[in-house]
């Protein structure tokens, strides 16, 4: 029996600033369709990136995208410090698109430690 392999990704740039979000969605994408499980952590800006209720007017949706990663089993975390600094994580009702879960980078030696390769993009 084969065992999944696992690819942590690691990303500290936010959505529209540089292609870092879309390249990490289709690393992740790509994986996820060939067997692999993925862990992605989003650290510093790229905290950003799976807000709800985006709506940029030139640019492809980014949270769509990080939207169809957790539909296919992506574990997404965002740091709860980043989150905080930014104004996201002590908003009552959850700013994050549903799956998306706020922890530490305490998560992050565990992850690299039991995934088969990392990547860190930003």
Same mark, same amino acid.
């Given at each position: 029996? #084969?065992?999944?392999?696992? =690819?942590?990704?690691?990303? +500290?740039?936010? %959505?529209? @600033?540089? *292609?870092?979000?879309?390249?990490?969605?289709?690393?992740?994408?790509?994986?996820?369709?060939?067997?692999? #499980?993925?862990?992605?952590? =989003?650290?510093?800006?790229? +905290?950003?990136? %799976?807000? @709800?209720? *985006?709506?940029?007017?030139?640019?492809?949706?980014?949270?769509?995208?990080?939207?169809?990663?957790?539909?296919?089993?992506?574990?997404?975390?965002?740091?709860?410090?980043?989150?905080?600094?930014?104004?996201?994580?002590?908003?009552?009702?959850?700013?994050?698109?549903?799956?998306?879960?706020?922890?530490?980078?305490?998560?992050?030696?565990?992850?690299?430690?039991?995934?088969?390769?990392?990547?860190?993009?930003?």
């Amino acid at each position: 029996m #084969n065992e999944k392999k696992t =690819l942590t990704i690691i990303l +500290t740039e936010g %959505p529209y @600033r540089s *292609q870092y979000a879309n390249l990490a969605y289709e690393l992740a994408m790509s994986a996820l369709n060939n067997e692999y #499980n993925i862990n992605m952590f =989003l650290y510093m800006d790229a +905290t950003h990136i %799976p807000r @709800r209720g *985006q709506n940029p007017h030139s640019f492809p949706n980014v949270g769509h995208k990080y939207k169809k990663l957790l539909k296919k089993g992506a574990d997404i975390r965002v740091c709860i410090r980043c989150a905080t600094a930014r104004g996201h994580a002590c908003d009552p009702h959850s700013p994050y698109l549903k799956g998306i879960k706020i922890t530490t980078v305490y998560d992050i030696p565990e992850w690299v430690l039991n995934s088969d390769k990392v990547i860190s993009l930003g």
